[in-house]
């Protein structure tokens, strides 16, 4: 009841806002009346001349503000161009496919456009044509200058949408771009340029890493600013997408992974169980063939089956045997039961001891494996508590307490501890990634192998993802499992969850079919409202009941039943599936039946424009992953509406109801005729895992089903969908944990990465290196001096490793001043000496030189403490057992590092100041003018900066120049530099090279 009320205010509600944006509607469609009498040349000009007008407003709001009052015309301007198109029957080809233009936007497409240009999503059903409604909004936007995206969700879709759209554009004169996965940097910085630019949501979060945390220069940069987006399939990108972060990795400077050590023994162990597992149920199977023998004790024989198999699932949950038992509804029932049992708390030990019976045990829900003492002997009958993690908190206060051990003694002791535990917990993680990997992926469904890569498969697209990994070891794991090249550890260079990417834009917009289920998240974390845009025709999809079968085999038979009666009446069938192994499967099937077919999958996604072309013509079979699940428009062929138009055959639910949705929404476009499927079989892993499978089962005895036969009834949706819910509801937690991680490392991203474009913007950097030893020096001397017995030794020898001063006790006077005077007298000739120092270079060259030096600090530095997070991240969730809450302890620690990240920073600055050179040369006339006695003769050694091989002219050297600080080169002062030895290259009359306009002699050449 309270759902209904609910449901009929927030119905008003949307029609309340929607009628409000009526007159606009109206506005519009007036301008557009006017226009028609303009000529092309006129219509064009609209674009220019509002472009330069608010070229003009350099205020945010003021332009928002413009924009709004433009709208009207301007999206007059697009229907207006739409028409002219339609009317010339323009024609061109989009991803290699003849096409002609036909449409001019409806008025809900306006109304739609409208929505997405105050930054809302417009959830508009598939087939509404949403590609059209986003010109709208985009041309308004983009008249801005600042750039608009269209964000999507494959490369199919972008490039199609750009070209098609592009017509549209190129019409009212903008220019369109579209970024593609194999691009080079520089083809993306002139798509980035376009006044509109679509692409996918991986390459525009890629693109941001790389010019944000890689980039050093403006040159190198490709994008240009987060002003306008549109996010399309927006419950794909910013729900399902959303779970795992995009990452650019690099090789790991150290690396642990011992996965190939450990593969034959865990093959060996994963054999052992199989067999184990097997045995196990056979010894079920024969007792429940008991129970059937024997009815006066089949109560007892069937728990006593059930229980068995039970222990078959947890050690083994594709056990062959088992999913057999589990189609029986009875002996599902008894297993089901079993299970159930072991949930209450007071049979908590008995389960340990079941899962003790066996190697490891394997969680499926959960992604987990676990090993048992068993498991532990097998691996290493020495030694078997190798595996297992000691209990430090323990060791510790042990140490602590014991009144034998000096405080050295007992750090010592304990680091040897922390040591000892670091190698186990590495060891433990190795060997549950391999057990993984060999129990829970599978080749062809997770990942397919290409060209020596495991390469991953999207679940929710059925796309491949190159580039991206599994991470945690996991991917290596399972290439030690293929036995393909295993890459070196990995290491975070850069990371960014879509979430975070997307809140950069000053205004996001979001269209789907299907964002119902999904408002609270939108609303919760981008702030985004949904309205729901009505049909411009109404909807003429027939829904069928799902059909529910014990087993895939019934359930494949049955698919290929129906699809063999389309295609005898000549009706295109689209067939999803959810994984490259099924469409196989039932490709392999089709062959037999000799049914000419289509297969679109990951592995043939070359003529997916192609496919999808031929989709909708009489009798055409497509088979096809999620892939073509979404944004795919499959134009029916001539005489096929009067055969019912597309039917589409799910052959599997998916986890969530919307990419089901997605799917069925293929065929009855814009008010075409169509229908629709679902298979399912108790099988599936939807089912098995999270199907009401107790209630089903019931259902299942009471109508005695038969070999063959089907389940159907609305009723039984229900359940499918319960199920459903139950893993959006899981998965949504996951997204939000993985997004309250992320939001610690937001904030530092963004303090780094702004600090990063500061430098590679600023045209003086030297205020930049200023502003270090500002902040950097106070805080050393405080340190050495601002305590009770002021460190006078430690601060000279500081200062005179880090900077050439060649400081001495008598000179430097310490006792004489405060603290606050001793910093500013360092301060003042650090800076002296530094200016002296740069006065050797070249201008540009230094500016160059010291925009390198702080982003040689930042990356290292940054880099490292990424990888220090990874770290945290992982080790945290071992607290988790230690009751305390892993967000709340990484949030603390990870601030503690990212205070001694920055500080860091800052002396990695100082330490090269004085260590890089633009020119060796600049650098030797430098040394050259130092007085002799501060030079000592010393092999360079090797670059301090670490410089990545991007082609920088600058050369990092590994002396540090040395500068007499007063010139006067009184004394007997050595200083513990490692310099490089220079000889004079000017003559001692010749000018001095500081550009003074003395003599050498005179000047910096002045010898003591
Ligand atoms: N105003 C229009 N007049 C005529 N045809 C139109 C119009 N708008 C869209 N169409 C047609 O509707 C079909 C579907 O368009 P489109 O693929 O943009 O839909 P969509 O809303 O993006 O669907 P999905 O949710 O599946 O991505 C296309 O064939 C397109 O040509
Ligand atoms: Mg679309």
Not at 422 to 431: C, G, L, M, P, S
Not at 557 to 575: M, Y
Not at 670 to 686: A, C, H, I, K, M
Not at 729 to 743: A, C, E, S, V
Request: glycine share 6%.
């Amino acid at each position: 009841m309270v759902a209904w009320i609910l449901k009929k205010i927030l119905g008003s509600k949307n029609q309340r806002e929607l009628k409000r944006l009526m007159p606009t509607v109206r506005r519009i469609n007036e301008f557009d009346e006017q226009f028609k009498g303009l000529s092309d040349e006129d219509l064009r000009a609209k674009t220019a001349a509002w472009k330069a007008e608010l070229a003009e407003i350099p205020e945010l709001e003021a332009q928002w503000r413009k924009l709004d009052e433009i709208l009207p015309e301007a999206f007059a301007v697009v229907k207006n161009a739409a028409r002219r198109l339609k009317d010339r029957q323009n024609s061109f080809t989009v991803c290699d496919q003849p096409m002609t233009w036909d449409m001019v936007h409806f008025e809900v497409q306006l109304l739609g456009g409208i929505v997405l240009h105050r930054g809302r999503i417009a959830e508009m059903a598939t087939g509404e044509g949403k590609t059209l409604v986003a010109t709208l909004p985009l041309y308004l936007n983009a008249l801005t200058g600042c750039g608009a995206h269209l964000v999507t969700v494959n490369d199919y879709l972008a490039r199609r949408d750009a070209e098609w759209m592009g017509q549209l554009y190129d019409f009212v004169g903008l220019t369109v771009g579209c970024i593609q996965h194999d691009q080079e940097p520089d083809v993306r910085r002139e798509q980035y340029a376009m006044d509109i630019t679509y692409g996918t949501n991986s390459e525009f979060g890629f693109d941001y890493l790389r010019d944000n945390g890689m980039a050093t220069t403006r040159e190198q940069q490709v994008q240009r600013g987060y002003h306008y987006a549109i996010v399309d399939e927006v419950d794909s990108i910013l729900i399902d997408e959303a779970r795992t972060p995009l990452i650019i990795s690099g090789p790991a400077t150290i690396s642990t992974h011992q996965y190939d050590k450990w593969k034959p023994l865990i093959e060996q162990l994963v054999r052992k169980q199989n067999m184990l597992c097997n045995r196990i149920a056979s010894e079920a199977i024969e007792t429940f063939e008991k129970a059937d023998a024997d009815p006066a004790n089949k109560a007892e024989f069937m728990a006593e089956g059930g229980l068995l198999m039970f222990r078959v699932k947890l050690g083994q949950p594709r056990n062959k045997q088992l999913l057999r038992m589990m189609e029986d509804p009875e002996k599902r029932r008894a297993i089901d039961k079993a299970e159930l049992s072991f949930f209450q708390d007071t049979r908590k030990e008995e389960l340990f001891a079941l899962k003790e019976e066996l190697f490891f045990t394997i969680d499926e829900k959960s992604n987990e494996a676990d090993l048992s003492e068993q498991g532990r002997v097998f691996l290493n009958p020495d030694d078997p508590n190798a595996f297992v993690l000691p209990d430090l908190i323990n060791e510790f206060t042990e140490i602590d307490l014991d009144p034998a051990l000096s405080p050295e003694e007992k750090d010592k002791r304990k680091a040897e501890r922390q040591q000892h535990c670091d190698a186990q917990a590495e060891r433990i993680h190795n060997i549950s990634q391999l057990l993984r990997a060999y129990c829970l992926f599978e080749k062809d469904v997770q990942y397919v192998i290409e060209e020596n890569k495991v390469v991953i498969v999207d679940e929710f697209t059925g796309r491949k993802m190159p580039g991206r990994r599994w991470s945690d070891g996991l991917h290596q794991a399972v290439e030690a499992k293929e036995g393909v090249q295993i890459d070196r550890e990995t290491q975070t260079l850069a990371t960014i969850t879509i979430q975070n990417y997307f809140r950069l834009y000053q205004r996001l917009a979001g269209m789907t079919g299907t964002a119902e289920t999904e408002a609270a998240e939108f609303h919760d974390i981008y702030k985004l409202d949904v309205n729901m845009i009505p049909t411009n025709r109404p909807v003429a999809r027939t829904d069928h009941n799902d059909r529910i079968y014990k087993t895939r085999r019934e359930k494949y038979n049955s698919v290929i039943n129906e699809i063999r009666d389309c295609h005898n009446k000549q009706q295109p069938v689209l067939v999803g599936t959810v994984s490259v192994e099924a469409s196989e499967l039932l490709s392999r099937m089709l062959k037999r039946e000799k049914i000419p077919h289509n297969v679109l999958n990951a592995k043939f996604h070359m003529q997916e424009a192609e496919i999808v072309q031929r989709a909708g013509q009489p009798g055409t079979v497509t088979i096809s992953t999620n892939m073509a699940g979404r944004g795919t428009d499959i134009k029916l062929g001539s005489g096929v509406p009067e055969r019912g138009g597309l039917m589409v055959i799910g052959t599997e639910r998916h986890e969530a109801r919307r990419i089901d949705r997605q799917l069925r929404g293929r065929c009855a476009r814009q008010g075409d005729p169509g229908s629709s499927r679902f298979y399912v079989s108790f099988e599936d892993d939807l089912m098995r895992n999270f199907g009401a499978a107790d209630r089903m089962t019931r259902i299942m005895e009471r109508f005695g089903l038969e070999e063959g036969q089907e389940l159907e009834h609305r009723w039984l949706n229900k359940s499918v969908e319960t199920a459903q819910k139950r893993v959006e509801q899981r998965n949504y937690l996951i997204r939000k944990r993985t997004l309250d991680f992320d939001d610690v490392m937001n904030m530092q991203r963004e303090v780094v990465y702004t600090y990063r474009n500061e430098t590679i913007d600023s045209e003086e950097p030297r205020k930049l290196i200023y502003e270090v030893i500002d902040e950097a020096v106070p805080a050393k001397v405080k340190e050495y001096l601002d305590v009770d017995e002021p460190n006078y030794a430690g601060v000279i020898h500081w200062v005179n490793t880090t900077f050439p001063l060649g400081l001495t006790k008598e000179k430097a006077q310490f006792e004489t001043r405060t603290v606050e005077e001793n910093t500013q007298f360092l301060i003042g000739k650090i800076k002296d000496a530094y200016e002296r120092k740069s006065s050797h270079e070249e201008p540009t060259a230094v500016k160059s030189l010291e925009r390198y030096i702080i982003l040689n600090a930042i990356d290292r530095l940054w880099q490292e403490h990424l990888y220090a997070m990874d770290a945290l991240r992982e080790g945290v969730y071992l607290r988790g057992y230690a009751q305390k809450d892993p967000l709340i302890e990484y949030k603390t620690e990870a601030y503690d590092m990212f205070v001694d990240l920055m500080a860091n920073i800052k002396n990695e600055v100082l330490n090269n100041l004085f260590r890089s050179t633009s020119n060796l040369q600049a650098f030797e006339n430098f040394l050259a003018t130092l007085p002799q006695f501060l030079l000592r003769e010393h092999a360079p050694t090797a670059p301090t900066a670490n410089a990545p091989a991007r082609g920088r002219q600058l050369q990092p050297v590994g002396a540090m120049a040395a500068v007499g600080g007063d010139g006067d080169g009184e004394g007997e002062v050595t200083i513990d530099l490692p310099v490089r030895r220079s000889m004079p290259k000017v003559g001692r009359n010749e000018p001095c090279p500081c550009g003074s306009g003395k003599k050498y002699k005179n000047c910096c050449g002045r010898v003591a």
